[in-house]
C-alpha cells in the first residue's frame, strides 16, 4: 500500500526516484508522482503505473525531490488526488490515514486554504505552509504539525528554496539510507538497494533531516536521537525477475531455497531448543497454558492450519482471530497465553494494533513471526522468528505462507517438548522431516506443466469451489484466496464434511470442485464427499497423495504428488493451489504481480 523514495544527493535524483517507485509497485497503487528541487519546485503526477510518470520526468534533472505511489483510501484515482500535495512553495508526500483530517481541513477553510484533492494528506500540505508562519524552520514545523496528527503516517516533506528533505513516521513504515553521494528515505529496503545497503529503521514519532552530506534525528520528545546503522542482507538481486514471466511464479519457485534458509538454524541440531524464538523464549513459554494467534490474510490462513497443529502436537487450546475483528470485540484475557503475530511485512495495521491492545489487556507474551527484521511487529513482540522468505513481489503470497507454516509447526513442537509431551523419537521424525520439507517441495514444483492443463480447462469459469478436512480446510480457504485474488474467478471454500450444508446446491458442469486429498485418517470421508459432487455432474479436481486411493474417471481429474509427508502435509499442498492460481490467471491474461484493488503491504485499516 502507498510507496515514498526520497533523496538528496549530489548527483541526479531522478534515476534513483523512478527506480525506487519501480521497486514499490509491488506493495499495490493507482497513481504515481514526484516532486523536485530544480531549481524551482516541480510536481508532476500520472493515473496508472509508474512507466508514465517516467516518460514524463524523461530529461529532468535535480539533486532533491520526494516520489510516491498511491493506493486510494481518501478520494478516487485520479491526478488531482494523486501525491504530491502541494502548498506555497511545499510538497509533501504520505502514507497512511490522518484521521482528524476532517476538523484541520474546516479550520484550514476558515482561515482562506483552497483545497484541491479530495485526500486527507492536502491538509497535511496547507497545516504546514500555516505553521511556517510562526515557526519558520522547516524542521522544526513537521514536529509541530506531527503533533496535530491522529492516526498513522510516514511523510517527506521538500519546500523550495531548501535543499534537504524532512521526514517523520508513526505508525507507517519509513527508513533512511545513507550513501556515498548523498542520503535518502523509503517506505521499503528494497527502493533503495539501488544507492545503498546501509539503512536506518525509524522509530515512531522519529523525524528526521536528510541532506547531501548528512541526516539528522530526534525523537517523538523532541531530543536528539542516534538509530542503529543496519547493513541490509537483501542484495539487488533478490528483487529482479530474472528468467521468471511474474514475480509469482519466481517466489512459487523460490520456496525451497526460502524453506532451506527459514530451516537453516535446525540443520545440524540433534534437538529442539526454545531459544529458536529468542532469548527470553525458556522463561516465556515454560508455563503457557493455550496460544492466541492474531492474523490478515493468508497469514490468517497459516494461523488456522497451526491450530490443529498446536492442539494434536502441544496438547495446548488454541485460538485464531482475524485481527481487524479481535481489538474491537471483549475478550477474555490470560496471563499465561502465547499470543502469536503472523505478518510478512510486520508492518500490517490491524495485526499490529491487535498485539498492542493483547499487552494492554496484560498479555506480555507475545511472538512475532515475520518475514522483515527491523517491522514494527517484530519490535513490538518479545519475542521473534524470522522466516528468511526474502522479498516478497507479487501481491498474492506464496512463500511467505510456506515459510510460516515450517515455523508454526517448528513452534508447535517446541511448546510440545517444552510441556513434556514431546519424545525423542518422536522430535527426531519432526526434525528429519523438516530438514527434507525442501526437497518434497521441489518434488512438487514439478507437477507445474500438468496444473497448467488444468487451469485451461477452467480459467473460463465464473465460479470455483476448494474442499479440504481437517488442517487441509485452510489449505483449500488459501487455494480458493489465490484464485480470486489473481484470475478474479469467484472462489469459496468449505470443509468437505459441510457440502450437504448449503454448499451443494451450487454444485453442477459449470461449477469446478478442487480438493486437496492426502492420505490421512480422513481420507475415506472425504472421498465420500467426492463422490457427492461426481452424482451431480460437478467437475473434479483432485490433488492426491501418491498412495491415496482416489481413481481418475469421467469427471473426475486427479493428479498425485510425489509424496505423502504426514503432519507436514499442508505445505506440500497449497504449493500445487498456487500453480493452479497463477496458470489460470496466465489464461486469463490478468495482471498477476499487481492485481486489482489490492494492495501488498496493507498499512490502514
Known amino acids: 500500500m502507498c510507496g515514498i523514495v526520497a533523496a538528496v ?11 525506487g517507485l519501480k521497486k514499490l509497485e509491488y506493495r499495490g497503487y493507482d497513481s504515481a508522482g514526484l516532486a523536485l528541487l530544480s531549481p524551482a519546485l516541480t510536481r508532476l503526477r500520472s493515473v496508472g503505473r509508474v512507466a508514465e510518470l517516467a516518460t514524463q520526468a524523461e530529461g529532468m534533472v535535480a539533486q532533491c525531490g520526494i516520489a510516491h505511489t498511491r493506493w486510494a483510501t481518501h478520494g478516487v484515482p485520479s491526478e488531482r488526488n494523486a501525491h504530491p500535495h502541494v502548498s506555497t512553495g511545499l510538497a509533501v508526500v504520505h502514507n497512511g490515514i490522518i484521521e482528524n483530517y476532517a476538523e484541520i481541513k474546516q479550520e484550514l477553510g476558515a482561515a482562506g486554504y483552497i483545497f484541491s484533492s479530495d485526500t486527507d494528506t492536502e491538509v497535511i500540505a496547507h497545516l504546514l505552509c500555516e505553521t511556517l508562519k510562526s515557526v519558520p524552520d522547516l524542521f522544526e514545523a513537521v514536529r509541530h504539525v506531527s503533533a496535530r496528527l491522529v492516526g498513522a503516517y510516514a511523510i517527506a516533506v521538500l519546500q523550495e528554496g531548501d535543499e534537504r528533505v524532512v521526514v517523520t513516521r508513526y505508525g507507517a513504515p519509513l527508513l533512511l539510507g545513507l550513501g556515498t553521494d548523498g ?3 523509503a517506505s521499503d529496503a528494497s527502493a533503495l538497494l539501488q544507492v545503498t545497503r546501509r539503512m536506518i529503521y525509524l522509530e515512531e514519532g522519529d523525524v528526521a533531516e536528510l541532506r547531501c552530506d548528512g541526516i539528522r534525528i530526534v525523537g517523538a520528545d523532541g531530543t536528539a536521537v ?7 542482507s537483501l542484495s539487488a538481486d533478490a528483487v ?11 517466489e512459487i519457485f523460490e520456496q525451497p531455497q526460502a524453506l532451506a534458509a527459514t530451516l537453516e538454524m535446525i540443520g545440524g541440531a540433534h534437538e529442539l531448543s526454545p531459544n529458536l524464538f529468542g532469548v527470553s523464549a525458556p522463561e516465556l513459554l515454560a508455563d503457557v497454558q493455550s496460544v492466541l494467534i492474531i492474523a490478515c490474510g493468508t497469514s490468517y490462513h497459516a494461523g488456522l492450519v497451526a491450530r490443529y497443529w498446536i492442539e494434536q502436537i502441544a ?7 482475524v485481527a481487524s475483528e479481535y481489538r474491537y470485540r471483549v475478550s477474555v484475557p490470560h496471563p499465561q497465553q502465547l499470543v502469536v503475530a503472523i505478518s510478512q511485512s510486520g508492518e500490517t495495521a490491524d495485526t499490529l494494533a491487535s498485539i498492542r491492545h493483547a499487552k494492554s489487556l496484560g498479555m506480555g507474551r507475545t511472538l512475532a513471526i515475520c518475514n522483515v527484521p527491523e517491522s514494527a511487529i517484530v519490535r513490538e513482540c518479545a519475542l521473534r522468528f524470522l522466516t528468511r522468505a526474502g522479498p516478497e513481489i507479487g501481491v498474492a503470497s506464496t512463500k511467505a505462507f510456506t515459510t510460516q507454516l515450517a515455523t508454526l509447526f517448528l513452534l508447535a513442537a517446541t511448546l510440545a517438548k517444552q510441556a513434556g509431551r514431546l519424545t525423542a523419537e518422536r522430535e527426531a521424525e519432526y526434525l528429519t522431516a523438516l530438514r527434507h520439507l525442501p526437497v518434497a517441495v521441489q518434488k512438487v514444483l514439478t507437477l507445474e506443466p500438468e496444473i497448467a492443463a488444468w487451469a485451461g480447462l477452467f480459467a473460463d469459469k465464473r465460479h470455483a469451489l476448494f474442499l479440504g478436512r481437517g488442517p487441509h480446510y485452510p489449505i483449500a480457504l488459501e487455494g480458493a484466496l489465490k484464485l480470486k485474488e489473481i484470475s478474479y474467478i469467484h472462489a469459496e471454500a468449505y470443509p468437505a464434511g459441510e457440502l450437504k450444508h448449503g454448499p451443494l446446491a451450487l454444485v453442477d458442469k459449470d461449477m469446478p470442485v478442487i480438493s486437496v486429498a492426502p492420505n490421512d485418517s480422513l481420507l475415506e470421508k472425504l472421498k465420500s464427499n467426492l463422490k457427492e459432487v461426481a452424482a451431480r455432474g460437478g467437475e473434479l479436481y483432485v490433488f492426491a497423495d501418491a498412495d491415496s486411493a482416489v481413481e481418475a474417471e469421467p469427471g473426475v481429474h486427479v493428479l498425485r504428488l510425489p509424496e505423502h509427508y504426514g503432519a507436514l502435509s499442508p505445505v506440500l499442498h497449497v504449493v500445487p493451489l498456487q500453480l493452479l492460481a497463477y496458470h489460470a490467471a496466465l489464461v486469463k491474461g490478468t495482471d498477476v504481480d499487481k492485481p486489482r484493488n489490492l494492495a501488498k503491504s496493507v498499512t490502514v485499516e
Request: proline letters at 8%; aromatic letters at 8%.
Open 9 to 19: 544527493a549530489g548527483g541526479n535524483i531522478v534515476p534513483a526516484l523512478i527506480e
Open 183 to 185: 542520503n535518502y528515505a
Open 226 to 232: 542516534e538509530r542503529p546503522v543496519h547493513e541490509s
Open 240 to 250: 529482479e525477475l530474472g528468467e521468471y514471466r511474474h514475480y509469482m511464479q519466481k
Open 315 to 321: 496438547g495446548l487450546p488454541c485460538t485464531v482471530e
